[in-house]
């Protein structure tokens, strides 16, 4: 089978298109013919910065068929549709990004029929992201609001749509050109993240914002505390480590900082796993309740333009890949 492989790290060029053994799986485990991935920024972070020990199949979210069940399996057979993500974590050195994979039972769920391969694998990382934030960190309930900044990323887009799902409302940010379709994701203000009166324009349009999706603190911690209505959290997933500004407004307003990474639901045994939150995605876009958009599909070959578009370029929703 094909794989997309790397030996070292370094830039998309150390991408390989390879012929590898087509796994078995082991007991507990499926194997997947894939249909579809998508590309996450994580896949092309750890291609730059971790050399692997041994070769590592790049790739977090597939979408396909099962092709054979391991022992010790229950509820899935041959010829079922299923999605899952987690692939990129250090639990695996095969990723999605190959013709078939082996995956536990504990990161996948069956596919509904009205959900395509695609759609499928383009939701996975981004939709348990926003989930483990709104739902497991934030507990949003219907009629708070939430504050996503970048909503046309990834992340950002599914972020809209599961608020909207969850009954609450939404202000994100996008450049200008992206306000019309970011609007049309069910946000229900759009703010150019650029304009030097961001916290202004929040407040504007809020009396306070429940909960924060934030991949930049660095850059908004103080535009987030700002707009937090008492007893908000501000959930980071990424850029962990910058300061908090003003913490004495944070203390005084009792905002709850969460920092989070969903590759933990991968790894650690007392979290919760990724298939039932897999399982509620799946009903949300089988319902019309949560969309997810696809920028382009690419073919496998073209893996290395994949990864270098998902860091370098203003995407819409998520880059697919298809074997
Ligand atoms: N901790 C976790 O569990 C977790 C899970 C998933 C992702 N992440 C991380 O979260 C980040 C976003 O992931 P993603 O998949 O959504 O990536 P993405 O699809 O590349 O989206 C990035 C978003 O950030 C926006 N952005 C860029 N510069 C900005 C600025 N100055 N102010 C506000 N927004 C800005 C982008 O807008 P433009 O299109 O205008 O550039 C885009 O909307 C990445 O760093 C990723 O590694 C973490």
Same mark, same amino acid.
């Given at each position: 089978m094909r794989a997309v492989r790397y030996h070292d790290a370094g830039g998309p060029g150390?991408?390989?298109l390879e012929e590898i053994d087509r796994p078995e799986p082991a007991p507990g485990e499926l194997l997947v013919e894939i249909r579809a991935a998508s590309v996450n920024p994580v896949d092309a972070k750890l291609r730059a910065a971790h050399a692997p020990s041994e070769p590592k199949t790049t790739g977090s979210d597939l979408a396909?068929?099962?092709?054979?069940?391991?022992?010790r399996v229950d509820g899935y057979e041959v010829g079922e549709r299923?999605?899952?993500t987690g692939l990129h974590t250090d639990r695996f050195?095969?990723?999605?990004?190959?013709?078939y994979a082996v995956v536990p039972t504990d990161l996948l769920a069956p596919i509904p029929d009205s959900v395509s391969f695609q759609q499928a694998a383009a939701v996975a990382l981004v939709g348990v992201t926003a989930w @483990?934030?709104?739902? *497991? *960190?934030?507990?949003?309930? &219907?009629? !708070? /609001?939430?504050?996503? *900044?970048?909503?046309?990323?990834?992340?950002g887009h599914v972020a809209i749509g599961l608020a909207d799902a969850l009954g609450a409302s939404s202000v994100t940010t996008a450049? &200008? !050109?992206? *306000?019309? /379709?970011?609007?049309?994701?069910g946000a229900d203000a759009v703010l150019d993240y650029d304009r030097d009166d961001l916290a202004d324009a929040i407040r504007s349009e809020t009396s306070g914002v429940d909960a924060v999706l934030d991949h930049m603190p660095g850059t908004y911690f103080e535009t987030d505390i700002e707009v937090s209505a008492f007893g908000g959290c501000i959930v980071v997933?990424?850029?962990?480590?910058? &300061?908090?500004p003003n913490a004495g407004a944070a203390r005084s307003k009792e905002l709850q900082f969460s920092m989070m990474s969903m590759s933990n639901l991968a790894t650690h045994p007392d979290l919760p796993n990724i298939g039932p939150i897999l399982s509620r995605l799946g009903t949300?876009?089988?319902?019309?309740?949560? !969309?997810?958009?696809?920028? @382009? /599909?690419? &073919?496998?070959?073209d893996a290395a333009e994949a990864h270098r578009a998902v860091i370098e370029e203003s995407v819409v929703g998520k880059i697919v890949v298809t074997p």
């Open positions: 150390v991408l390989r396909g068929v099962v092709s054979a069940v391991g022992e299923v999605f899952a050195t095969g990723g999605s990004f190959a013709d @483990r934030a709104f739902v *497991h *960190h934030a507990n949003v309930e &219907p009629g !708070e /609001t939430v504050l996503i *900044h970048g909503g046309n990323g990834g992340v450049r &200008p !050109e992206h *306000h019309d /379709t970011v609007s049309a994701f997933i990424a850029g962990g480590d910058a &300061p908090i949300l876009l089988d319902d019309g309740r949560l !969309e997810v958009s696809i920028d @382009r /599909t690419l &073919p496998l070959e």
